[in-house]
């Protein structure tokens, strides 16, 4: 018991540093994953406590991670494909520990919001500093287009903020909701959150931010005239930077019409247009079950697919990267959960402006935005098998795999 005892101690501190590894790229952040997981597997075994492996989003997860191994030895070069699929179980593992830590350490929530607040502070203070005077604690330099930040060269600072601000929500409202001081400070962190990352330069970050606003106005109960303050105050701050700022305005304005309306209307811009292209041309020949994850950037070279100029490490959208990967089986899972996320919307938004009830709780709300802001079908994505965005996807999925089971977690 005292060994298991340690155990729990060590995973629940992981998790706490968690928002800080992240900072530093996908290895330490990654390695943090990977003990969590193994941790929850020892505790969970010798406690027999399988409850966890039980619940349906699980079920469908270890079965959906069996078919990525599947289609992965059956691809053109298994050992890349693999690379990507063989272990990538371990975020499932660190969904379920989330939900295990949650049940077992009654102050979680709490020190979670604390330390990943304090971590927003510094992250933010540093993007500012660097941007008003040219370099940052680090000694980054700015170069007038993208703020490193922490982040250096990962060039991440924007997404980091736009995606784990969704967390900092859920966690506030479900410790901190009643405490007027702490609610006039979450205020100004989202001010100062909505500025740095239009500041940063980072243009998908910019647009998840606002899909983020807009569902808070909408589907929240409690936050929506907290966020329609703010957003006032972020615009008017954002509206004189981008006066000011001639480097801002040529990076936020200008050249995103520029590459829109390239000669003729393009999808973003006209690389990315070719990299979605060239994804369809894949999916097409292999629409049932893909040509294995992390096989694009070997694909597109093919001259069938494209002209070889289209070529990337992946196309830049989660869903055609699905598509062309995985196929249409592979695909579904994550089609039927944004799917479901859409339909508790339409639901709360139907209790709430008809029938006057809260059919969600703002904390739910919160977590389901965090995924369906990063599920947005719309938008130019990261990599959806690279380890720092999958560990930022799963980390909300933890929280809301706890609130929906709860009651099958209570019974005896």
């Not at 729990?8 to 996908?26: A, D, K, V």
């Not at 029938?355 to 990261?382: H, R």
């Amino acid at each position: 018991m005292r060994i298991n005892k340690s155990l729990e101690n060590f995973q629940t501190l992981l998790l706490y540093f968690l928002p800080l590894t992240l900072i530093t790229g996908s290895f330490l952040s990654d390695l943090s994953v990977c003990i969590i997981g193994l941790i929850f597997l020892y505790l969970t075994i010798s406690q027999k406590e399988f409850k966890y492996y039980k619940l349906l989003p699980a079920i469908i997860f270890w079965f959906w991670c069996l078919y990525l191994i599947i289609i992965s030895s059956i691809s053109q070069n298994p050992f890349l494909s693999f690379e990507s699929s063989l272990f990538y179980f371990r975020f499932g593992l660190f969904a379920l520990a989330i939900c295990y830590v949650i049940e077992h350490n009654i102050n979680f929530k709490r020190n979670f919001f604390i330390i990943l607040t304090i971590v927003f502070i510094v992250v933010i203070f540093d993007g500012f500093l660097e941007f008003f005077l040219g370099r940052n604690l680090l000694n980054f330099e700015y170069d007038g287009l993208r703020i490193k930040g922490l982040f250096g060269d990962n060039l991440t600072i924007g997404s980091y903020l736009a995606r784990l601000l969704p967390i900092i929500f859920a966690l506030f409202y479900s410790e901190f909701f009643n405490t007027k001081k702490m609610i006039l400070f979450l205020m100004i962190l989202l001010i100062a959150t909505d500025v740095l990352i239009y500041v940063s330069g980072e243009r998908t970050s910019f647009f998840i931010v606002s899909l983020l606003s807009v569902c808070i106005i909408l589907l929240t109960s409690q936050f929506r005239l907290i966020r329609i303050a703010t957003l006032i105050i972020s615009v008017g701050l954002i509206l004189i930077i981008t006066v000011s700022k001639e480097n801002i305005r040529d990076r936020m304005v200008t050249t995103t019409i520029n590459q829109i309306f390239d000669e003729r209307v393009t999808v973003f811009t006209s690389r990315h247009e070719s990299f979605y292209s060239t994804s369809i041309n894949i999916f097409n020949d292999n629409y049932m079950f893909g040509i294995g994850p992390k096989m694009y950037r070997e694909a597109c070279a093919n001259p069938i697919y494209s002209s070889g100029k289209s070529c990337s490490t992946h196309p830049h959208n989660t869903y055609l990267q699905l598509l062309s990967e995985t196929g249409i089986i592979g695909t579904l899972p994550v089609i039927f959960l944004f799917l479901s996320i859409c339909y508790i919307f339409i639901m709360h938004l139907w209790s709430l402006y008809i029938k006057k009830t809260i059919f969600v709780s703002d904390y739910k709300i919160f977590l389901l935005i965090s995924l369906f802001v990063s599920l947005w079908p719309f938008m130019p994505s990261q990599n959806f098998f690279n380890n720092w965005i999958s560990i930022i996807y799963y980390l909300p999925a933890g929280f809301l795999l706890y609130e929906f089971s709860r009651q099958k977690f209570t019974k005896k």
